[in-house]
């Protein structure tokens, strides 16, 4: 049996040897070939992937915020607005005017660096009486940005004179009284107060002497005068006491003299004026109303004060009224 299987393998053994030879003439052949070509760095397998495409950074959003723009000032007097520019401080602010047919510039400034607050004078028509509108532009890096357009009205000294109603006269007229709203003018007019600021108040007189007044009061404002306040005297129900301690300026009023119930006072025939009774007292009966501190002491510089020189006394003067310094300090009649 073993001299059978080593003749087999004699047999076999060429055929194994004819395999192995071709086998290895494969190898031979294929070494000798060049490598094959790898990816080149340019081709598409081999390049780093492109990352995602971006978008442009969109445009900064700019506004121009006003702060509270005002709405009134005095002629003369300085007014400012005020606001931010948001997305771009540090951007430079104009304040225009419209003259009516254009927009034209008044002031200009660079809003602050870090905050874009800014402040900008607004000088058009500045000493006028009257009514301006405004709006404040920046031009940014991204073009014109526009605040939202005010009104500022300038005021000055004004007065309008018109017939008085039975209503206005509710409890300073009475049945009997010689005058009444038929015979009495109602001025309406700025003045000055003790704060400095314009107000308007009312004064209702003798139809016959409206001017004269009106016009006295006006020389009286422009040469600085200061009033009080200047309320219908219906507003205290025509008690004199309590219109004097409110240190109100007024002028009819159908009573009786306070301190002497026995008199009309002069009051009820609309020609007498009282004005700020608190620094300017009223002696009666030995008492000073509303209070005796200016009774004798009459300093210099106080405001609301009438002195001999003074805008007040010399304007109503001149025009026929008599000034009763010395007792009743706040009244003038004519």
């Known amino acids: 049996m073993h001299r059978s299987i080593g003749w087999g393998l004699r047999r076999a053994l060429p055929a194994v040897l004819v395999v192995i030879a071709g086998l290895a003439g494969a190898a031979d052949a294929r070494a000798d070939e060049p490598p094959a070509p ?22 900064a ?50 809003s602050h660096a870090k905050t874009g607050a800014f402040t900008l004078r607004l000088r058009h028509k500045e000493a006028k009486v009257g009514t301006v509108r405004y709006r404040v532009v920046t031009e940014s890096s991204v073009g014109t940005r526009k605040s939202e357009k005010f009104t500022l009205e300038r005021l000055g000294w004004r007065a309008k004179i018109t017939p008085t109603k039975k209503s206005e006269v509710t409890h300073t ?30 004064l209702i007189v003798h139809k016959d002497v409206a001017r004269k007044v009106r016009d006295a009061f ?37 009573r009786k003299v306070t301190g002497n119930p026995s008199k009309v006072s002069p009051h009820s025939f609309g020609r007498s004026i009282d004005v700020n009774p608190a620094q300017n ?5 030995g008492t000073w109303y509303p209070s005796a501190t200016y009774g004798k002491d009459r300093p210099e510089g106080v405001t609301g004060m009438l002195y001999k020189d003074g805008p007040m006394v010399k304007a109503l003067e001149k025009r026929g009224f008599r000034w009763y310094s010395g007792w009743d300090w706040h009244h003038f009649q004519k």
Not at 176 to 197: A, E
Request: proline content about 10%; overall charge positive.
């Open 218 to 254: 006006k020389e009286a404002f422009e040469g600085g005068f200061r009033v009080y306040r200047m309320d219908n005297p219906d507003l205290w129900k025509g008690n004199d006491i309590k219109i004097m301690k409110a240190n109100n300026t007024s002028a009819y009023n159908c």
């Open 173 to 202: 007229y009475r049945k009997g009284c010689s005058v009444g709203p038929g015979k009495l003018s109602t001025i309406t007019m700025s003045y000055r107060g003790y704060d400095g600021l314009l107000h308007t108040g009312v």
């Open 38 to 59: 790898g990816p080149s760095p340019s081709s598409p397998a081999a390049a780093e992937p492109s990352p995602e495409p971006t978008e442009p950074p969109a445009p």
């Open 281 to 285: 007292p009223y002696l009666v009966g």
């Open 61 to 110: 959003k700019v506004t121009v915020s006003l702060t509270k723009p005002p709405a009134l000032a005095e002629a003369g007097k300085k007014a400012y607005v005020r606001g931010v520019v948001s997305g771009e401080p540090g951007a430079k602010v104009h304040a225009e005017a419209w003259n009516g047919d254009s927009w034209v510039r008044v002031a200009s400034a660079a």
